[in-house]
């Protein structure tokens, strides 16, 4: 039997890999910790039975401890809540979902328990890669992705580890603004960028794939899992979301992972590895398709993903700032607070006021998130002024 933890249980990619667990009868969600919807987390934990429990916010674990009582459940709350969770003593691979940089303490406090870490949190390599690979060789634990992308990458390097990547081609649907201009981008609203054309998503990466700015974020990470430089790292725009990636090798091969748009195959084959099971849905059919097409993506229109380039290369704690200016940004879009385009014109703001740490602990990282949370707020509101 497999014991696992979900960071993030009750969202997108929690809810996905608890089907990979109904359809696995050697599969057990040991652990779950989730923000704030209590209504699923109360489910899910009738369902599964898990050892314990987690709640962003206390008086949220409070409510959902008395609705549970009666079940032989540990509820807790907050950063110490979610750290228990991944550090449980039965789990052997954490997965990780939760949104933002809270997953950081977490991974970090599992992979010092001997955890193997199951990725699909980007914030703890683009704010934290420089801790956490190094942490993860030290204490000899496994990082799998989870992303599509990634995970395609990490598939199409299995048994070619002695060869050296010449390039990694990163593909990106070029969600639902694929071929507008800026101009033509002045007045989207949510409800427009929340219509991804492939993927099934929750609202923050919908959002994010939108602007190219998660693309970017995966740039990032790509960077620390597979040990390349960014030149090494090609953005590829495939709009029909079949092949998820591909690793073009020094002597000009390319490998490419191909597949429908279903993240529970990059979630069971993180869960599994190196072993591939059944999964149960939709199978490609090369007769009924009919193209697969690549664009160049437009990194003007879509300067979200030129100014992650940018970042990456500075390092230090400027990726920091532009994940933290990017979710507080896509936050104040979702409140209709700012247009569409200031989602990356803060991103570039933000990172042009920062006071750049070279290597930053966990508490710089954190510092500066707070940093850049205050300099978009006071850019705010003097504009309202």
Not at 221 to 250: G, R
Request: aromatic share 6%.
């Amino acid at each position: 039997m497999k014991k696992i933890a979900i960071l993030g249980s009750t969202g997108s990619i929690g809810t996905q890999t608890l089907d990979v667990v109904r359809n696995n009868s050697d599969l057990e969600a040991v652990s779950l910790a989730a923000g704030s919807n209590i209504e699923l987390l109360e489910q899910q934990i009738l369902e599964f039975r898990p050892n314990v429990v987690s709640v962003w916010k206390e008086d949220k674990a409070k409510e959902l401890k008395e609705k549970v009582k009666h079940l032989n459940v540990k509820v807790l709350s907050g950063m110490d809540g979610l750290i228990a969770c991944a550090a449980e003593k039965e789990v052997s691979t954490v997965l990780t979902a939760v949104v933002g940089m809270i997953g950081i303490r977490p991974v970090i406090e599992a992979i010092k328990a001997g955890k193997d870490i199951a990725l699909a949190n980007k914030e703890t390599l683009v704010t934290a890669g420089h801790l956490i690979i190094p942490l993860a060789k030290e204490y000899g634990v496994s990082l799998l992705p989870v992303d599509s992308e990634h995970s395609a990458i990490f598939q199409c390097l299995q048994g070619e580890r002695q060869n050296k990547i010449a390039k990694i081609l990163l593909t990106a649907s070029g969600g639902p603004f694929r071929g507008r201009t800026r101009d033509e981008l002045k007045n989207i609203q949510a409800e427009d960028a929340l219509k991804h054309p492939n993927w099934s998503m929750g609202q923050k990466i919908t959002i994010d794939s939108s602007t190219m700015v998660n693309k970017g974020l995966e740039v990032m990470e790509a960077k620390w899992l597979f040990d390349v430089d960014y030149s090494q790292i090609q953005v590829v725009v495939q709009p029909q979301s079949i092949v998820h990636s591909m690793v073009e090798f020094e002597d000009g091969g390319v490998m490419a992972q191909l597949g429908t748009p279903d993240m529970r195959l990059p979630i069971q084959y993180a869960l599994y590895y190196p072993e591939r099971r059944t999964l149960p849905g939709e199978r490609l059919d090369f007769y009924k398709l009919s193209q697969i097409t690549f664009e160049e993506p437009d990194m003007d229109t879509f300067r979200g993903l030129h100014l992650a380039y940018e970042a990456g290369k500075q390092g230090g704690s400027i990726p920091t700032v532009y994940n933290a200016a990017n979710e507080l940004a896509v936050s104040m879009f979702l409140k209709k607070k700012i247009s569409y385009l200031e989602i990356v014109d803060s991103i570039e703001y933000a990172m042009e006021k920062h006071r750049f740490i070279e290597n930053p602990s966990v508490e710089q990282i954190l510092e500066a998130e707070q940093e850049t949370y205050h300099n978009l707020e006071e850019k705010w509101k003097r504009e309202e002024e």
